[in-house]
């Protein structure tokens, strides 16, 4: 039996999460309305059949809930990584209380939303960074409004969700393995700042699969539900940096000495680098929020709830970073 077709919004679809979100939405047979600031973000997605690229504010709550009116649910991948405290609460915070509204006002039912690991919605003021602060706090806006309440509309119902707590995320087009190698293809030593702190990489593809999987209502948590996304080995920084170098062949495969840069001088350099023009390879915020450990904290489902086995790295690594 053919499975009922559904419509799906998706904030941040031009994205690198985006992307492949919208792909795999796609190939489910379904349809999918991305939001856009500029249709030319689109490009790597507008070719996609039964996909409609909207140029759209989603901070102009109005024109967000007209857009949505008619689509089964809705997913939020919309976030930043620098900016001020103005543009984190702006971006993390603010426009799930808009999103939420609107949900409620178009009669959307259901709502997937990627967070990240080290985000938390019980305790947001801990959380040692402005990223990870504001994204708990919007964690927290969205699991009040879901239950039914305050979202701030009249006989406000709530809605279905889904609460997506990725690690790092590696893939083709990452900003991460990819700049490590890059950087070790035009340095010769790596200064590198928080290379202790430890990550569990998790592959795109998984993540798209995990949203998916909730839209299709694969869990079994009642919602709202969190889940834990992580691939199965921890690494350091460090050797992040190091593996990249390894599956990339920089130098023979061995890459450039890492000088683990102790607090004070990695501070120096976040500080400066997010001083520099354009989006910066790192801010001292980015360097706050790896004072916690981006690995599962096991007190929630993962990907295993959703029936997803996590891809491993290196295999998958090395078939991008690999240059011939
Ligand atoms: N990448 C990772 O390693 C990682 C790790 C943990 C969690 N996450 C989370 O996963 C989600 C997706 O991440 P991603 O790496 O795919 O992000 P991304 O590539 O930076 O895409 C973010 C999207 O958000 C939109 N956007 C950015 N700033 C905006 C603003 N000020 N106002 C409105 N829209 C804005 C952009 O859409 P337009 O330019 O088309 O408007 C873009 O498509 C995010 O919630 C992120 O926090 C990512």
């Known amino acids: 039996m053919m499975r009922p077709m559904k419509k799906i919004f998706v ?3 031009t994205g690198f999460v985006g992307a492949h979100v919208c792909e795999k939405l796609i190939r489910e047979g379904w349809e999918v309305t991305v939001p856009t600031r500029r249709r030319a973000h689109a490009m790597q ?8 690229v909207l140029e759209l504010s989603v901070h102009d709550e109005g024109a967000l809930a007209s857009a ?3 689509h089964d649910a809705v997913v939020n991948l919309v976030a930043v990584l620098h900016g001020d405290l103005a543009s984190f609460e702006h971006v993390h915070v603010a426009l799930p209380q808009k999103l939420a509204r609107a949900c409620i006002a178009a009669g959307v039912s259901q709502v997937v939303h990627v967070s990240a690991l080290g985000a938390d919605s019980l305790q947001s003021a801990k959380a040692p960074s402005m990223y990870l602060r504001t994204k708990g706090e919007g964690e927290a806006v969205l699991l009040q409004a879901a239950v039914g309440g305050s ?6 119902k709530g809605f279905d969700l889904s609460i997506l707590r990725p690690s790092v995320i590696f893939g083709a087009e990452d900003k ?4 490590f190698a890059s950087l070790q293809r035009v340095f010769p030593v790596l200064p590198l700042a928080g290379a202790a702190a430890r990550f569990q990489p998790v592959w795109v593809g998984d993540v798209a699969a995990a949203v998916v999987a909730c839209l299709q209502g694969v869990s079994t948590q009642p919602s709202p539900r969190i889940i834990e996304l992580a691939g ?4 350091t920084l460090k050797e992040l940096v190091q593996l990249s170098a390894q599956l ?5 495969g061995w890459g450039r000495p890492v000088l683990a840069l102790p607090t004070w001088a990695g501070r120096v350099q976040a500080l400066l680098m997010g001083l520099m023009p354009g989006e910066p390879l790192m801010s001292l915020d980015n360097l706050d929020s790896m004072k916690v450990d981006n690995v599962a904290s096991g007190k929630y489902p993962g990907l295993a709830s959703l029936g997803i086995r996590a891809a491993e790295l290196k295999p998958i690594a090395q078939s991008y970073l690999k240059r011939p």
């Open 248 to 252: 990339s062949g920089v130098a023979g």
């Open 232 to 235: 199965p080995e921890v690494y």
């Open 11 to 13: 904030l941040g679809g």
């Open 45 to 52: 997605i507008q070719h996609l059949p039964g996909l409609t």
């Open 176 to 179: 991460f393995l990819n700049l």
């Open 68 to 70: 949505m009116a008619g």
């Open 151 to 156: 979202a701030g509309a009249a006989a406000d």
